[in-house]
């Protein structure tokens, strides 16, 4: 399902997105909000659509989720666009059938760190988390990641990732835990840190993506 390119303009400066609809929009479908990394950072959201989740979602015939991309410019991180982030959600939301029960967030490298930081203070509006080749951020103080306990979360990293170690992910999976936090690791032995194409072209964790629902306990 080709993916549309779409301008969105904030306080803080222009965050554009990429955007694909559910393939039934007559219904509330799930959302998937993907925060990309490092290197596709810029002014061109063609960047995103050559790997990843937005290449699934582009090369995709149908799809059973609505799917958002927002584009940092050079320089920026996730965290320094939370609020921005989070506005345009709330404007997905608005314009779009979409299920605010079931916004699943994910984050590949650099988005990662920014999926964390936005689901831990925002735990109240997301359903899922997908975290992929990235590290949770050392300044989320013990209370927010206890708040994610009510948020399933799924964890990929490659075995011979150069730039994480897999022991400092496993010390947060055991945090989160022992918060009582429901975390599935996985780790793919032979891949490196750009493990993302065979992640998100995993048919379980696509399922995965439908199948989660805010927890009723979670308050918005």
């Known amino acids: 399902m080709p993916v549309e390119q779409r301008p969105q303009d904030n306080s803080n400066g222009s965050l554009p997105y990429l955007f694909a609809p559910a393939d ?4 509330p479908a799930p959302l998937v909000l993907f925060l990309h990394g490092a290197r596709d950072r810029g002014n061109d959201l063609n960047i995103l659509l050559k790997w990843g989740l937005p ?9 059973p989720y609505f799917f958002a991309a927002p584009q940092l410019p050079e320089g ?21 059938a979409i299920d605010p029960s079931r916004i699943i967030l994910s984050g590949f490298s650099l988005g990662t760190a920014g999926a964390w930081h936005i689901a831990a203070s925002h735990p109240g509006r997301f359903a ?6 990235g590290r949770a951020p050392k300044t989320l103080e ?27 992910t496993q010390q947060i999976v055991d ?44 308050a918005v």
Not at 24 to 27: A, I, L
Not at 55 to 63: H, T
Not at 79 to 96: F, G, K, T, Y
């Open 24 to 27: 039934d929009v007559s219904k």
């Open 175 to 218: 945090t989160l835990r022992a918060s009582g936090a429901t975390v599935d690791f996985t780790v793919l032995p032979d891949g490196d840190h750009f493990i993302a194409d065979e992640v998100y072209g995993n048919s379980q964790l696509q399922q995965w993506l439908v199948s989660q629902q805010r927890r009723a306990s979670v």
């Open 55 to 63: 290449r699934f979602v582009d090369s995709a015939s149908a799809l």
């Open 76 to 96: 920026q991180t996730w965290v320094d666009r939370e609020a921005d982030v989070i506005a345009l959600l709330d404007h997905l939301i608005a314009s779009q």
């Open 142 to 168: 013990a209370n927010q990641l206890a708040a994610l306990k009510e948020i399933p979360i799924q964890i990929f990293q490659g075995g011979k990732d150069e730039k994480l170690a897999v022991e400092d």
């Open 128 to 133: 899922g988390l997908v975290a992929v080749s």
